[in-house]
Structures are given as structure tokens and as C-alpha cells.
């Protein structure tokens, strides 16, 4: 089975500086699709970024960007320029095989941007 | 607007007693699911369907029961089978063969 570890469960950066949150999983399957969720306070899951296993690429979006290294099954991703609004809990997830769309989820890490 | 509807956004339940949770979606997605957020901890997938009139079981699914009528609808029951259904609940729908998921706002269950 698929499972995805965020080992860090709370982090804080100062606005305007750069955080890296850390996530790892473990999978069999050479096809699957990564993706980082923003959870604010307002618990509405939003997406941050995706990142398809076949592109060597990492994604960028915006300020958000990821560093994957497939062979180490690691998908962290980066803030740049932190803003107070990014305060929030941040999900790892993974979706492979035949089970795209059925997100398999890691614990979470809180993140609290300080001004 | 599209987006996925969840209601209502807290509901209290008494021991005993079966309560439905209602999701809908204008999105047009073939996919829908429920998931189930604990504090300390990530999400976890309850049901899934991937058209209508079918879906399956995912990790939790013991005490709660689904149906998929219409392609827009994917309601969730927490039957009183369901020892511990205090939680956060999220429903998500996704268009086959595009990954991601979209999420509606939730429900906030509490037993009372």
C-alpha cells in the first residue's frame, strides 16, 4: 500500500523568507501524480501544486515551487517570499496507478508565517 | 459559480441516531468521495464512486453507507453502526483521468 510521510508536524518562518516543508512516500507503481493542499484555518482544501512522476520537471507555481527526486521517493516543496496568508496546514498527497483521484494523504504539517 | 456544496457545515447527532451528510457538485466530475479529517492527523478516504450507481469502499469505510443516484449528488450516512463519528468531513470530486481533487467546505460532525 501506498503512504505518504510528512515528518515535520509543525514549522514557522518569518514573512518575506523562504521555507521548505518535507515529504517522502513509498510506492510500487511507476505512473502516479503528487500533490501538495493548502488547509487555512478555514478548512477548506485548497490545491498548491501538482507534480506528474514522468516529468523530470519540478512544478512552479507562483511562489510555490517542488524539489522531486523520484529514485528517493521525496517531494518537498518550497515558499518563497512568505506571506502571512500562507499560514496553514499543508498535505502531501499521492494518487497512482489505477486510483487516480483517490489521494492517499500524509499527516499534515502546520505552517505559521510570524510577521 | 461551479464547485462542490457540502451542507450543513456543523451537525450534532445523538447516540443512536443515523445522519446524512449531502454533497453536491456543478463541475460536471465523473468522480466523487468522501473523507474523514481526525485531529493530529491526515485525511482518510471513507467511499469513492467513479460514475453513478456504483462506487467502493475505501480505507475507513465500516458505519457509514453511500449511494450515487444522480452524477451531481453523493450524499454520506454515519449510521449509529459508527462507534466514534465525531469528525471533520470532506467530499472531493475529480474528473476521471485528471487527478486532482476539488473539495467542498465540509461538515463539522459532533455527538452529543
Known amino acids: 500500500a501506498q503512504t505518504v510521510t510528512q515528518s515535520q508536524p509543525e514549522m514557522s518562518v518569518q514573512e518575506a523568507e523562504t521555507v521548505t516543508l518535507s515529504c517522502t512516500y513509498d510506492?510500487?507503481?511507476?505512473?502516479?501524480?503528487l500533490f501538495w493542499y493548502k488547509q487555512p484555518p478555514s478548512r477548506q482544501m485548497i490545491l498548491v501544486i501538482r507534480?506528474?512522476?514522468?516529468?523530470?520537471q519540478n512544478a512552479t507555481e507562483n511562489r510555490f515551487s517542488v524539489n522531486f527526486q523520484k529514485a528517493a521517493k521525496s517531494f518537498s516543496l518550497k515558499i518563497s517570499d512568505s506571506q502571512l496568508g500562507d499560514t496553514a496546514m499543508y498535505f502531501c498527497?499521492?494518487?497512482?496507478?489505477?486510483?487516480?483521484?483517490?489521494?492517499?494523504f500524509g499527516q499534515g504539517t502546520i505552517l505559521t508565517v510570524h510577521p | 459559480d461551479g464547485g462542490i456544496t457540502q451542507s450543513p457545515k456543523y451537525l450534532f447527532r445523538k447516540e443512536g441516531q443515523n445522519v446524512t451528510l449531502s454533497c453536491e457538485q456543478n463541475?460536471?466530475?465523473?468522480?466523487m468521495y468522501w473523507y474523514r479529517q481526525d485531529p493530529g492527523q491526515g485525511l482518510r478516504l471513507i467511499y469513492y464512486?467513479?460514475?453513478?450507481?456504483?462506487?467502493q469502499k475505501g480505507d475507513i469505510a465500516e458505519g457509514y453507507s453511500v449511494s450515487r443516484e444522480k452524477k451531481e449528488s453523493f450524499p454520506l450516512t454515519v449510521t449509529s453502526a459508527q462507534k466514534n463519528p465525531t469528525a471533520f468531513y470532506l467530499c472531493?470530486?475529480?474528473?476521471?483521468?485528471?487527478?486532482?481533487?476539488?473539495f467542498g467546505q465540509g461538515t463539522r460532525l459532533t455527538v452529543v
Open positions: 472531493a470530486s475529480s474528473i476521471t483521468r485528471i487527478t486532482e481533487a476539488f
Open positions: 510506492t510500487s507503481e511507476n505512473n502516479y501524480y
Open positions: 507534480q506528474e512522476a514522468y516529468k523530470q
Open positions: 498527497s499521492y494518487a497512482g496507478g489505477t486510483s487516480y483521484g483517490k489521494l492517499t
Open positions: 463541475l460536471n466530475h465523473d468522480a
Open positions: 464512486s467513479q460514475i453513478v450507481n456504483d462506487f
